[in-house]
């Protein structure tokens, strides 16, 4: 199965500043996903993120919120925006293996608080 | 609504006892079931999935007991050890599209 990179593992932030969220693979992928898993709960999907194309965002996830970058079949980017307090989570990129592989793998996380 | 819905929410067994852990889910294009667990501090790690053309998935201790007709899946953790404390999630999707995760169950192994 794919190995994934995130940066950075933890961050504290204050409120109205943005922090990017690197996901790096180790071989080339289609799909890469961000989630947030808010303390305790369970993981939500923010956006499916294609090499080449827009990202496509769930309901309740917007661009401006969460701008998403794709540049290559092993890259992307999560940018939290604006950050206020209720942003506290983990993030987390993932990926889907190829075909017949090993499912989905994902990275170790993103543990953000905002102050 | 794509839903699965996971139970139960914590759970504590003894040492060397059965682990059973339930989901049901509600849309039929779903057709790959995954289990996860996850430790504190760090994601969740594949621990085993199944696809409907069997019933059942066994891996070690782990096991999966999958019921298409009643759309109900579970994951049997045989001879749980304290190492196996953690949270674990079931998910589902079709084939090559987006997870949807339950809630997840709080697992403790009592030694």
């Known amino acids: 199965s794919a190995v994934i990179s995130q940066k950075p593992s933890r961050d504290i932030c204050q409120r109205g500043t943005s922090l990017t969220i690197q996901c790096q693979v180790d071989s080339q992928v289609t799909m890469m996903f961000w989630y947030r898993q808010q303390p305790g709960q369970s993981l939500t999907l923010i956006a499916t993120a294609n090499q080449g194309s827009e990202a496509t965002y769930e309901s309740g996830f917007v661009i401006d919120k969460f701008p998403i970058s794709r540049p290559n079949l092993t890259f992307s980017t999560l940018t939290v925006s604006n950050m206020s307090p209720e942003d506290s989570s983990i993030y987390l990129c993932?990926?889907?293996?190829?075909?017949?592989?090993?499912?989905?793998?994902f990275g170790s996380g993103t543990r953000l608080t905002v102050v | 609504q794509q839903q699965v819905k996971q139970s139960p929410q914590s759970l504590i067994v003894q040492k060397g006892g059965i682990s059973i852990i339930n989901c049901a889910y509600e849309?039929?294009?779903?057709?790959?079931f995954p289990w996860y667990q996850q430790f504190p501090g760090k994601g969740p790690a594949l621990l085993i999935a199944i696809r409907p053309d069997v019933s059942e998935k066994k891996e070690g201790r782990f096991t999966i007991s999958f019921n298409k007709s009643a759309k109900q899946f579970s994951l049997h953790i045989m001879d749980s050890q304290p190492g196996d404390s953690a949270t674990y999630f079931c998910a589902a999707s079709p084939w090559g599209n987006k997870l949807v995760f339950g809630a997840g169950t709080i697992l403790r192994v009592k030694s």
């Open positions: 993932s990926v889907q293996a190829p075909q017949g592989g090993n499912g989905y793998t």
């Open positions: 849309n039929t294009a779903f057709d790959y």
